[in-house]
C-alpha cells in the first residue's frame, strides 16, 4: 500500500484529501508545519507528498527546496491557490513533479497521484543514452560528451522524455502531458522556455524546433 504525506495547515482540505485517499487504498499521515513535513518528508517512509505553498514553520517552496537539496526524490504534488505562471515555474523548476491549484477536482488530484507512483518504480537503475548525452535516471544525473551537467528536476525530466523519443517530434501539448502531467493555458509558453533552458546546457543545435508541430531532439 502506498503511503502518502498530506501537508496543509487548512485542515478542512487536509481532511478531505485524507479521507478521500484512504478510500482509494493509501495510507496517509497529515501535518500543517512545514518543518515538521520536512522531517517527515526525509524520512523515507512516503512515496509521494501533497504539499501545500503557504505553511507555518517553513513555506512549501522552502521544504521542496530542501527536500532536494538533501537529494530526496520522493514525487512532490504542490497544492496550491498561487496558480500564477511565475508560481508554477517557481515550484517545477524548485523541484516539484506537478502542480495542482485550489479548487481542484479530487478524481483529478488522485490521478495525477497514480500517475507520480507509478511512474517511479519503473524509472529505478535506468541509464538513457542519446548519442553523447547521457542520463541516469536513478541518480539523476547527466552529461554531454563525458561532461557532467547539472539539470534542475524539472529539466531532467524534460530532457528524459527527449532522449527516450530520438528524432520524435513531441508537441507542447505531449510535452506538458508526459512531463508536468498536467495542462496549461494553451496560452503558456512555460514548455518553450525550458526548452530554452535545456539548450543552453545541452547545446543549441540538439533540440529542433518543428515549426507549428513542436520540438524534436536531433
Do not use: C
Not at 3 to 19: G, N
Not at 25 to 51: I, K, N, P
Not at 169 to 195: C, H, K, M, T
Amino acid at each position: 500500500m502506498a503511503s502518502i504525506l498530506i501537508v496543509d495547515d487548512e485542515t478542512r482540505i487536509s481532511s478531505f484529501i485524507e479521507k478521500g485517499l484512504r478510500s482509494a487504498g493509501y495510507a496517509t499521515r497529515v501535518t500543517g508545519d512545514g518543518r515538521e513535513a520536512l522531517g517527515l518528508a526525509l524520512s523515507g517512509e512516503f512515496d509521494l507528498v501533497v504539499l501545500d505553498v503557504n505553511l507555518p514553520g517553513m513555506t512549501g517552496f522552502e521544504v521542496l527546496e530542501q527536500l532536494r537539496g538533501s537529494g530526496s526524490a520522493v514525487p512532490v504534488i504542490m497544492l496550491t491557490a498561487r496558480v500564477e505562471l511565475e508560481d508554477t515555474v517557481a515550484g517545477l523548476e524548485g523541484g516539484a513533479d506537478d502542480y495542482l491549484g485550489k479548487p481542484f477536482r479530487f478524481d483529478e488530484l488522485v490521478a495525477r497521484i497514480r500517475l507520480r507512483i507509478r511512474r517511479e518504480p519503473a524509472a529505478k537503475g535506468l541509464e538513457l543514452q542519446h548519442r553523447d548525452i547521457v542520463l541516469d535516471v536513478r541518480q539523476r544525473t547527466a552529461s554531454v560528451a563525458g561532461r557532467e551537467i547539472v539539470l534542475s528536476a524539472r529539466e531532467f525530466a524534460l530532457a528524459e522524455e527527449l532522449v527516450r523519443h530520438p528524432g520524435q517530434v513531441l508537441s507542447r501539448e505531449q510535452l506538458l502531458s508526459r512531463v508536468w502531467g498536467f495542462d496549461f493555458d494553451p496560452g503558456s509558453n512555460v514548455a518553450d522556455v525550458y526548452i530554452g533552458y535545456l539548450r543552453q546546457k545541452l547545446g543549441a543545435d540538439r533540440i529542433e524546433t518543428v515549426r507549428g508541430a513542436g520540438y524534436r531532439l536531433v
